[in-house]
């Protein structure tokens, strides 16, 4: 039994229940020239989210968490062959955090120098596919 008036605590209010859908404006990053030039959303947004994702190493920063970035340090000194089967697998780990994307696939790797490899792939997102491009220095 509840004393008077308490009843209410028990009413839970539905919309406060209701998970709230974040939207995908942010600002836009100028990597060349090293400002931020305005905002974006949709396709664009997530493009540069999974850069940025492809560009920050995993655990390294304590702002992101555990789960953010990627985890390339592992392939340093691996042989080539070793590097694509394992790169394509650090590749779809990392970009698959991101909730808006659904799968990452159709990889082509490409030897540039002796340490680096050129990664190739098409990332399937809930506003359509973006193909990305991503080089890996395989030497530290």
């Known amino acids: 039994m509840l ?6 605590l028990l009413l839970v209010d539905e ?24 905002e974006i959303d949709g396709r664009e947004a997530i493009k540069q989210s999974l850069l940025l994702i492809l560009q920050t190493e995993r655990e390294e920063f304590e702002i992101y968490s555990g789960d953010y970035g990627i985890e ?3 392939l340093i000194g691996q042989t080539p062959p070793l590097v694509y089967v394992n790169l394509e697998q650090v ?3 990392a970009l698959m955090q991101d909730d808006r994307v659904e799968d990452v696939g159709d990889f082509s790797f490409e030897r540039l120098e002796k340490h680096a490899v050129s990664v190739k792939f098409t990332v399937t997102t809930i506003e359509g596919d973006i193909d990305m491009e991503t080089e890996v220095n395989i030497n530290g």
């Open 72 to 74: 390339l340090m592992d």
């Open 15 to 38: 919309t406060e229940t209701e998970e709230e859908q974040m939207t995908g404006r942010t600002y836009r990053l100028d990597e060349k020239n090293e400002i931020i030039a305005g």
């Open 91 to 93: 590749i779809k780990e």
């Open 3 to 8: 004393p008077e008036g308490e009843e209410s």
